[in-house]
């Protein structure tokens, strides 16, 4: 039972290797759809193993923890290897969703670890795990709204097309380098919380979940080298005579970076409402 609960919610997560349906997704969507299916819909996924598989099954989830563990380190690594190697925007981003809910499969799955001395790290990595669910939604949502902007303006996604963005779209150039950072865990964003909770409490269960660490480097690689493709250097391509962000566009791009940036460093009035379902969570699963 736990098994076929488990394919559902890997499907809709994704996780590798039942995330083939996500790039064509994004890519083919409206920015407005993908930032509404990275934002909301794929949470679903990840909140079923919290709120669902987790306490409903804990015996079981305990014999599968290891290949979730697994599942979760290869989908971290894979995600970010893939990303790395794209040039559509779109698809770069939405391979970084595999990687980023990676680290999510990764903290659920060492909360299975169950040991006399790991409880505070099991309710660290659940911890880390939800505050995941709630950055990610706002800086990839964030990401696709900025990927969509180009193609409303060239009608491509193509990186290579532009180049030297910064020059006439200032603005957007600096929404894309803040949201950049924020996907890769800088301190300060609300990724940098998530991503240290869950390495944290996954590591100190789960020695083995250091495997994973390379995949926060990968994905420092890919947006530097994505930044550096698109907003510096000569104007050229694409990027010439394109228009900066609108009104519209800042206030709603904006106001996503700047809820991760709050959570990156005021954390506490989230953790308050996160910490007491983790430690449930733990203590169900751990019974």
């Not at 997560?13 to 890519?27: D, E, G, N, V, Y």
């Not at 800086?139 to 180009?150: D, K, P, Q």
């Amino acid at each position: 039972m736990l098994a076929a609960i488990l394919i559902g919610l890997a499907i809709k997560t994704p996780t590798f290797p039942f995330h083939t349906w996500l790039p064509p997704a994004h890519t083919d969507a409206p920015a407005i759809g993908s930032a509404v299916l990275a934002g909301v819909l794929l949470k679903m996924g990840t909140y079923g193993f919290v709120r669902i598989a987790m306490p409903l099954l804990p015996d079981a989830w305990r014999s599968w923890a290891w290949v979730i563990i697994v599942v979760g380190i290869v989908s971290v690594l894979y995600g970010a290897l893939v990303a790395l190697a794209q040039t559509d925007v779109k698809r770069m981003i939405a391979y970084t969703s595999v990687n980023h809910m990676g680290y999510i499969v990764l903290a659920v799955g060492a909360a299975g670890v169950v040991s006399d001395s790991s409880a505070q790290a099991q309710q660290l990595a659940v911890t880390g795990a939800v505050v995941q669910m709630v950055s990610h939604g706002l800086i990839t949502s964030a990401l696709f709204l900025l990927a969509g902007v180009l193609y409303e303006r060239r009608k491509s996604y193509d990186l290579n097309a532009f180049g030297g963005l910064a020059a006439p779209a200032p603005r957007y150039a600096a929404f894309f380098a803040v949201a950049a950072f924020a996907s890769l865990g800088l301190p300060g964003f609300s990724g940098f919380i998530a991503e240290f909770q869950i390495f944290a409490g996954s590591i100190g269960t789960v020695p083995l979940s250091l495997l994973a660490l390379p995949g926060i480097l990968i994905t420092a690689a890919l947006f530097l080298l994505a930044s550096q493709r698109l907003l510096t250097g000569k104007t050229r391509g694409l990027s010439t005579g394109f228009s900066d962000l609108n009104t519209t566009e800042t206030l709603s791009i904006g106001s996503l970076l700047v809820l991760s940036v709050v959570i990156g460093v005021f954390p506490r009035f989230l953790l308050d409402v996160i910490e007491p379902a983790a430690s449930v969570v733990v203590n169900l699963v751990g019974r």
